[in-house]
């Protein structure tokens, strides 16, 4: 029994100091990636980017940035095989298919040849798991359904399809490139391949910022739910086991500016390993139209009276900031009685923005094609999102139709899409904060956001397209295969 004794106040003091090593970690990460601002001055000089050259293995700013000669056809075909969870066969599908499909569907139409492993589709049975058609030239990705269940990933019934296409000694043609979306591919497949390239929708650092901002957003007499209780406990060592196996990928792609900068400074992948991407939206779906917002504006109902018409669209969760902007605008909106909202979507905050009265319309959720004319009918689009992980695309596309944005200040955000105050409003992810930037919008009227609108879709238009993501990525891909191609003049 003696000897027992001085052990427990050892235990304890050492269970102690672990809650409070874990407690330091949690909070001062994030403090310090949030006081980091891009020191690199060519993030931030739009001019000089034009003129940069040099290798684009050490460009650590977005390649979204350089100028790529879409008229010229790629100067070899790749053979390209993509490895995705999902290939969107339905018209909503989430964002990172929709990235996929964006992407290689433009590389196939460049003439590259593109193969896509995935999992069955879910709605209508296909005729046959395998491969799709094989025209010649193909002109669109050719689609390899591994077998078994709808929507059920197996990476290693897909990876057994792409060694039986590699080894296919009829075709004869190995494989340039191999792209896996987020971890479609696992590490200890992707270390066995030297020219794999990983994009990166989301990284385990970018949540823990999320769970906080989430967290503060609990009334202090809310109890904590246990799932997200239990959630914290996992996340260090969620990020701690990343930053271990992300090594094992050759070329990662971050799709933020801040994101290519954790993966360099706190994942401590080496910089000629890391490449920033941005994903673009499909330029022809969003274009300036003010007519069609005019029309869609009365359409809807908003009141020739209206001073100002904020918008916002997207799933209504609380993860994605409704609790700040209902309570925000509950309040904006009786000091201004002309401003409106528009809200598109669905999810459990509908009904809570319909009982706020005729200054809120709530649309519902709405087709993609009918989202043109709403981005078009609005003055400015707010985004609270409590989610830093990758980046919104209505925000680009806001900015492609030619509206300012309003959005949390994320380093994300901040380092990639308002890159410039002209571009819109930057806010804390708390009520106060967003209200007094809503303050400022009211302020400023229409007229003037209508300018910055102007300089949005300038910027928008040079960077978020579908057409110039596409690009970049055959670049990356062309480096990957022959060096040569890793030297931009
Ligand atoms: C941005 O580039 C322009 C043109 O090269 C230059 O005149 C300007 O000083 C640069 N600004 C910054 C902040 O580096
Ligand atoms: C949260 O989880 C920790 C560790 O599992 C536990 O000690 C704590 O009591 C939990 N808190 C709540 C409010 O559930
Ligand atoms: C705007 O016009 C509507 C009728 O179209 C009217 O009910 C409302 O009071 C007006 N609002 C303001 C602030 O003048
Ligand atoms: C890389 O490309 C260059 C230029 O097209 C060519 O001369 C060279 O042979 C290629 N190298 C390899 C290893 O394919």
């Not at 672990?18 to 330091?24: G, K, P, R």
């Not at 993966?263 to 939206?281: E, K």
């Not at 669905?346 to 043109?372: F, H, K, T």
């Not at 689009?381 to 030619?402: H, Y």
Request: charged share 20%; glycine share 6%; with cysteine.
């Amino acid at each position: 029994m003696a000897l027992t004794k001085p052990k427990r106040p050892l235990l304890s003091l050492q269970s102690s100091l672990a809650t409070t090593l874990c407690f330091v970690i949690v909070f001062t990460i994030p403090a310090l990636l949030l006081l980091h601002t891009p020191t690199n001055s060519i993030c931030t000089n739009l001019s000089t980017q034009k003129s940069w050259s040099g290798d684009l293995r050490f460009a650590e700013f977005a390649w979204n940035r350089l100028r790529f000669e879409n008229d010229i056809p790629p100067p070899v075909s790749l053979k390209i095989a993509v490895f995705t969870r999902k290939w969107p066969t339905s018209s909503v599908p989430g964002g990172m298919e929709r990235h996929a499909h964006t992407l290689h569907t433009t590389l196939a139409q460049r003439g590259h040849e593109v193969h896509v492993f995935t999992s069955p589709p879910n709605d209508e049975p296909k005729q046959n798991v395998g491969i799709q058609s094989r025209a010649s030239p193909p002109l669109a990705p050719l689609i390899h359904w591994h077998e078994g269940e709808p929507g059920k990933w197996r990476y290693n019934k897909a990876w057994e399809q792409y060694e039986e296409e590699e080894n296919n000694n009829d075709r004869n043609r190995p494989f340039d490139v191999i792209h896996s979306e987020s971890v479609a591919l696992p590490f200890h497949v992707a270390r066995r391949v030297s020219n794999l390239a990983v994009s990166w929708h989301g990284i385990a650092l970018e949540s823990v910022q999320s769970s906080i901002y989430q967290d503060l957003t609990r009334q202090p007499n809310e109890p904590i739910s246990p799932a997200f209780n239990d959630s914290l406990q996992g996340m260090i060592p969620k990020v701690i086991n990343e930053i271990r196996f992300f090594h094992d990928y050759a070329h990662h792609v971050a799709i933020s500016d801040s994101c290519g900068e954790m993966l360099r400074d706190v994942y401590q992948i080496p910089s000629r390993r890391v490449h920033v991407i941005v994903n673009g939206v499909n330029e022809d779906d969003y274009q300036q139209d003010l007519q069609l917002g005019n029309a869609f504006k009365s359409k809807i109902g908003v009141p020739k009276n209206a001073s100002l018409v904020l918008g916002i669209a997207g799933r209504l969760v609380k993860d994605k900031g409704h609790p700040l902007l209902y309570e925000a605008f509950s309040r904006l909106k009786q000091k201004h009685k002309d401003v409106y909202l528009v809200v598109v979507g669905s999810g459990p905050w509908l009904q809570r923005y319909r009982d706020l009265g005729p200054q809120v319309i709530a649309l519902g959720s709405m087709d993609p094609s009918e989202l043109r004319a709403f981005y078009n009918s609005i003055d400015i689009f707010v985004n609270p999102t409590l989610r830093p992980q990758g980046l919104d695309l209505t925000l680009m596309e806001a900015m492609m139709s030619g509206k300012p944005v309003m959005a949390s200040r994320f380093p994300s955000i901040k380092g990639t899409i308002v890159v410039n105050d002209e571009f819109g409003f930057m806010f804390a992810p708390n009520t106060e904060s967003l209200l007094e930037a809503l303050e400022l919008v009211v302020a400023e009227g229409s007229k003037r956001l209508a300018q910055r609108g102007k300089a949005c879709q300038e910027y928008a238009s040079t960077m978020f397209t579908a057409r110039k993501m596409a690009l970049a990525y055959e670049r990356l891909f062309l480096c990957i295969k022959n060096e040569t191609f890793c030297i931009y003049n």
